[in-house]
């Protein structure tokens, strides 16, 4: 069946730091890849998708490309802040989910 | 902007009492979810809900659970004898028709005592 595994979090940053968060898949024919990303206290909110191979999706400064080669849908962002402290689900299709990755930036 | 709004934010309920969680999921979405998440941690699917039937149910989904589109707007679930450990948040989501991407409610925590 479908699964989506991710790295084990927290993830501790100095701000403006490099991120990386690691999400590979598994499942059959062509899904569809999302990040989700949920602050504090909220529900989820979609961060960015990429529904082909090849895609890269983009937002707020973060984005994730869809490489079906290595079944991986990485997320990176060159420079981060404090406010993107929150929790990042790798999400494969709707309904299956990873465990999510804590991020935590310092100032 | 539209979305998923859910009631009540928080429950408490004694164990063994039934609880009926409230979604109004964005208007012309015609998929619907149910996901619970213990203490923060990882998202686990309940059971998606499509043309007044479920599609697709987890193994947690069993039969203290059940879900209903009453009406024209409404989506619940309902947990007919809550256990301690159903205590959680539950997000709704719904999804467009042709569209691939889910939008969540901001979930209804429930503390079973």
């Known amino acids: 069946g479908n699964s989506v595994t991710q790295m084990e979090g927290p993830v501790t940053l100095s701000e403006e730091a490099f991120l990386t968060i690691n999400c590979t898949y598994t499942a059959t024919g062509y899904p569809s890849l999302f990040w989700y990303v949920q602050y504090p206290g909220e529900g989820l909110q979609l961060l960015l998708k990429a529904t082909k191979a090849d895609d890269k999706g983009s937002n707020k400064g973060f984005e994730a490309t869809y490489r079906k080669e290595t079944t991986s849908f990485h997320l990176e962002k060159g420079s981060v802040q404090v406010s993107d402290s929150a929790v990042y689900f790798c999400a494969l299709n709707i309904p299956t989910f990873g465990r999510g990755t804590s991020l935590i930036v310092h100032p | 902007e539209p979305e998923v709004t859910q009631t009540p934010s928080h429950q408490v309920t004694q164990m063994g009492q039934e609880v009926i969680l409230r979604c109004v999921p964005i208007?012309?979405?015609?998929?619907f979810y149910w996901y619970r998440q213990i203490l923060g941690q990882k998202v686990e699917f309940l059971v998606s809900?499509?043309?007044?039937?479920?599609?697709?149910k987890s193994e947690i989904f069993d039969d203290q659970f059940s879900v209903e589109r009453p009406d024209g707007s409404n989506f619940t679930l309902k947990i007919r004898s809550t256990k301690l450990e159903d205590s959680a948040m539950y997000f709704c989501?719904?999804?467009?028709?042709?569209?691939?991407?889910?939008?969540f409610g901001q979930g209804t925590r429930l503390t079973v005592v």
């Open positions: 208007s012309n979405h015609l998929y």
């Open positions: 809900f499509y043309n007044n039937e479920i599609s697709e």
């Open positions: 989501a719904s999804r467009g028709q042709g569209r691939t991407e889910a939008f």
